[in-house]
């Protein structure tokens, strides 16, 4: 028999504050741009650089996992973050956790390897603008300046005392990801609001 149980929608960490993030991109009109990108697919890679491991997962996604650190390799709809001398994030677009964990999985064979979906444990905000780096800079000790986070750069930081994972993307207009803790999605939203205001227009 087939199951009629029903199933709620997903709902993003963030979707609840959709229009108070399209409204800070209104009011900036064009200097600040936020929206959280909900669901990308997040996999933990823990593995041995040089090891033959590395080389297949490279095959076998047509993305070679980066060995400079905290730099970003992206091919097609797959992006691979530097998290570590031999962890990576491998983000993908929303739905294909199966067959990534699958690809990687099988491309290792018996080689030591840790692969974990961690989707669930973080969502996405997009940062992007002119002034996006002004603002990602009034909460953030990193130097943001594009001469030293350039495009392709990524780092584990904090940003309004919030820990996070960001992401410079490969062009500057396409601006930044924040990877958050969906537990702190709420609070670093609220905080990225409030910083945005000084742009209201």
Not at 85 to 93: A, F, Q, Y
Not at 142 to 168: E, I, K, M, N, Y
């Amino acid at each position: 028999m087939a199951d009629t149980t029903p199933t709620a929608p997903l709902r993003s960490p963030l979707s609840h504050v959709a229009d108070r993030l399209a409204a800070a991109t209104r009011t900036s009109e064009g200097a600040i741009r936020l929206a959280e990108l909900p669901f990308l697919t997040q996999i933990n890679v823990r593995l041995d650089p040089k090891g033959a491991a590395a080389d297949a997962v490279g095959l076998a996604l047509d993305l070679q996992l980066p060995v400079e650190p905290n730099t970003v390799v992206r091919a097609g709809e797959l992006t691979a973050l530097w998290l570590g001398p031999d962890e990576w994030l491998v983000v993908g677009p929303p739905g294909s956790q199966q067959d990534l964990e699958g690809r990687i999985r099988g491309a290792c064979g018996d080689e030591p390897v840790s692969v974990i979906d961690v989707s669930a444990q973080r969502t996405a905000l997009l940062v992007a603008g002119p002034r996006a780096r002004d603002l990602l800079a009034h909460g953030c000790a990193l130097d943001l300046h594009p001469r030293s986070f350039t495009a392709g750069r990524c780092a584990q930081t904090t940003l309004g005392r919030t820990q996070v994972v960001l992401v410079a993307r490969d062009e500057p207009r396409a601006g930044f990801w924040v990877l958050v803790r969906s537990s702190f999605a709420d609070y670093l939203t609220d905080w990225l609001l409030d910083a945005a205001a000084e742009w209201r227009l």
